[in-house]
DNA sequence: ACCTGAACACCGTTCAAGT
DNA sequence: ACCTGAACACCGTTCAAGT
């Protein structure tokens, strides 16, 4: 009873434990992460500002694992791609969790240093300066589309009548099964979304 | 008390108001539900499946307002452009809602037959049967992050230090303010996925 | 069939007390 | 500073009773 010679808790522990949590059922309750962290519900709140707080740190650590280092190093398409597979990676790698968590973006520092890098990139390429945020509001909307589809494919894929919907059927069966069928339609999707933006810039006209 | 000489409920009623409510607030309480109805909270479960009933009634009743016309009528590029326009238009009109109703996909008999007619369109456009899923799914995807974006914009474009990020901040200067801001981005995506669309159709080179 | 009133299980959060 | 135990307000849902 009272204050442990060391503490139980951590923040890292936390978003740990109810991202596991969250990653099995799609959702965490407060008492069921006190039970998993061996601690009264009570515990939780010195350390983090409720629940949200919690989800929010659910994001950002997520958010930190997502791979950007493109952006300066490679040409900005290759960058933009790359930050793209790996930002999708990141949420299908916890599945129960992506409806929980794609809905509200990340506030973070490092996110926002990320934004830089990626502006600068583009803004270098030859994207005018006005065009810069929508390409990358652009990608990122994908992504997150991509990310719940991942998460709930739609009615599209499951439930097909072939009496009633006999095209759509068909369609079905040629896709690819599982996980690979959202693998496909995100990479059609990334691919076309790249080389629609190719085609913007050389329109531009004062790229290098 | 009893049973009423005419029904104080039905399901539309209780969609209508969900949705107003989740408009106002983003999430809706039974309760506050109940009020809005001038009903008891039981009695709502005369009419549907609990709360999560009148989530999928709320999403039923906007999948209905999209426009998928332009399928077998316009051009595939149009009538995929008209549709996801008319897709995002409908989450436009309910920002509050969005982050409530993107998350898990409509399972509803129009919505099947909508894809039909677009696999359909699609195939005959020339996409190879084992791609006409995928297109549907990207469109998709783009669309309902870019509900997502409308609803919460990233961080990108909130709380930018100029200091420590100044080409981000520049670029969110040029950028358009306020709901053109969003308007942009999917307009620019589009475009691009589209035209990215465009070329690997050309590419595949059975089109007719 | 359709509503009310009362009850129930569950949830997130607060706070004094203890070391 | 960090945890427990107890309490609180709120939530979705069930069900017998009433017409």
Redesign the interface.
């Known amino acids: 009873m009272g204050r442990p010679h060391t503490p139980l808790l951590d923040r890292d522990r936390i978003a740990d434990a109810a991202l596991k949590l969250t990653d099995r059922r799609g959702d965490f309750t407060i008492l069921d992460l006190s039970r998993a962290l061996k601690v009264t519900p009570a515990a939780l709140y010195h350390h983090v500002h409720g629940r949200d707080g919690i989800i929010a740190l659910m994001r950002e650590r997520m958010a930190r694992t997502v791979d950007a280092s493109g952006f300066g190093q490679l040409p900005w398409d290759q960058a933009l791609r790359q930050w793209a597979i790996s930002y999708r990676d990141t949420f299908a790698a916890h599945p129960g969790a992506i409806?929980m968590l794609?809905?509200?973006?990340?506030?973070?520092p490092a996110?926002?240093?990320l934004?830089?890098q990626a502006?600068?990139a583009l803004?270098d390429a030859g994207f005018p300066?006005?065009?810069?945020?929508?390409?990358?509001?652009?990608?990122?909307?994908?992504?997150?589309?991509?990310a719940?589809?991942l998460?709930?494919?739609?009615?599209?894929?499951?439930?097909?009548?072939a009496a009633?919907?006999?095209?759509?059927a068909?369609?079905?069966a040629?896709?690819?099964p599982g996980r690979a069928?959202?693998d496909?339609?995100?990479g059609?999707?990334l691919?076309?979304?790249?080389?629609?933006?190719h085609?913007?810039l050389s329109q531009t006209g004062d790229n290098p």
Chains 1, 2 share one sequence.
Do not use: C, K, N, W
Not at 102 to 108: K, Q, T
Not at 151 to 161: E, K, L, Q
């Open positions: 409806g794609a809905a509200e973006p990340v506030a973070d996110v926002h240093a934004y830089e502006a600068t803004e300066r006005h065009m810069v945020l929508a390409v990358i509001t652009a990608v990122e909307s994908f992504v997150l589309g991509s719940l589809d998460a709930a494919p739609p009615a599209m894929v499951t439930g097909i009548d009633t919907t006999p095209r759509l068909q369609a079905a040629a896709a690819p069928r959202a496909q339609a995100f059609l999707g691919d076309a979304l790249i080389t629609g933006l085609h913007q």
